[in-house]
């Protein structure tokens, strides 16, 4: 079973315009109880882009480079495709990670 903060390696294709396409890392930052009720998981694309964004979190201390992008969430059924474990992200970045991406579901603020 895929965990929380697990980098791995599946291909996702088909996808459609701005969507990460490809074989390609993606983390794992979906709660266990996900996993274990829902079987599906929540990841982030992980990517090499130069693009600097608030939501991109570059990776540290991990084998596999790039940003972490938290605005392109996908819900997986791992189990369905293969996949390759690549390594897990120490529990500073997962916390990083996990504290970063909840701005996406935040209520924006009234423009009255």
């Given at each position: 079973?895929?965990?929380?903060?697990?980098?791995?390696?599946?291909?996702?294709?088909?996808?459609?315009?701005?969507?990460?396409?490809?074989?390609?890392?993606?983390?794992?930052?979906?709660?266990?109880?996900?996993?274990?009720?829902?079987?599906?998981?929540?990841?982030?694309p992980?990517s090499?882009?130069?693009?600097?964004?608030?939501?991109?979190?570059?990776?540290?201390?991990?084998?596999?480079?790039?940003?972490v992008?938290?605005?392109?969430l996908?819900?997986?059924?791992?189990?369905?495709?293969?996949?390759?474990?690549?390594?897990?992200?120490?529990?500073?970045?997962?916390?990083?990670?996990?504290?970063?991406?909840?701005?996406?579901?935040?209520?924006?603020?009234s423009?009255?």
């Amino acid at each position: 079973m895929v965990r929380q903060g697990d980098i791995i390696k599946i291909n996702l294709n088909p996808k459609q315009g701005h969507e990460q396409q490809g074989y390609r890392p993606y983390i794992c930052l979906s709660h266990r109880l996900v996993s274990e009720h829902a079987n599906i998981a929540i990841f982030a694309p992980i990517s090499n882009t130069p693009r600097s964004y608030p939501l991109y979190v570059p990776l540290i201390d991990t084998e596999t480079t790039g940003k972490v992008l938290l605005d392109q969430l996908v819900t997986i059924d791992y189990n369905a495709r293969k996949y390759n474990y690549v390594e897990t992200v120490s529990d500073h970045l997962l916390n990083k990670l996990l504290k970063s991406v909840k701005v996406i579901f935040q209520k924006n603020a009234s423009s009255k």
